[in-house]
C-alpha cells in the first residue's frame, strides 16, 4: 500500500507556473513508476505525464512537451510536475498515480493508488 498526497495546485494567470507535488507513504516509493493525470469539467481524465523508478524515463502528452518537467526525488518519497507557460485549456484537477512497476502508463487503469487531486485554474 502507499497513500499519495498532492499539493501546489492553485489560481494563476495564463503564462503563469506552478509546481504540484505528490507525497508518497507507506512502502519504498522508488518501486512505483509514477504519472500525473487531469481531468476537466465534463472530460475524461487524461494522461500528463509519467516517470520510471529510476527517474531516468519521462514521458509526456505532446499538448504539455516543452512546458511541463516531471521529476523525482526518491529520497524525499516524492514526485513533482513543474507546469510553465500555462494556458486556460490545462485547467483541471490534477492527480498523481503509482504503479508497481519499472515504467509508467499512459492509461488510468494500469495504476494501483491514487492521490485525491489538487486543483489547477489558469485564468485567460
Known amino acids: 500500500q502507499v497513500q499519495l498526497v498532492e499539493s501546489g495546485g492553485g489560481l494563476v494567470q495564463a503564462g503563469g507556473s506552478l509546481r504540484l507535488s505528490c507525497a508518497a507513504a507507506?512502502?519504498?516509493?522508488?518501486?512505483?513508476?509514477m504519472g500525473w493525470f487531469r481531468q476537466a469539467p465534463g472530460k475524461e481524465r487524461e494522461f500528463v505525464a509519467g516517470?520510471?523508478?529510476?527517474?531516468?524515463?519521462?514521458y509526456y502528452v505532446e499538448s504539455v512537451k516543452g512546458r511541463f518537467t516531471i521529476s523525482r526525488d526518491n529520497a524525499k518519497n516524492t514526485v513533482y510536475l513543474q507546469m510553465n507557460s500555462l494556458k486556460p485549456e490545462d485547467t483541471a484537477v490534477y492527480y498523481c498515480?503509482?504503479?508497481?512497476?519499472?515504467?509508467?502508463?499512459?492509461?488510468?487503469?494500469?495504476?494501483?493508488?491514487w492521490g485525491q487531486g489538487t486543483q489547477v485554474t489558469v485564468s485567460s
Open positions: 516517470i520510471s523508478r529510476s527517474g531516468g524515463g519521462t
Open positions: 498515480a503509482a504503479r508497481g512497476m519499472t515504467y509508467y502508463s499512459t492509461e488510468s487503469n494500469d495504476y494501483n493508488y
Open positions: 507507506g512502502r519504498t516509493f522508488s518501486i512505483y513508476a
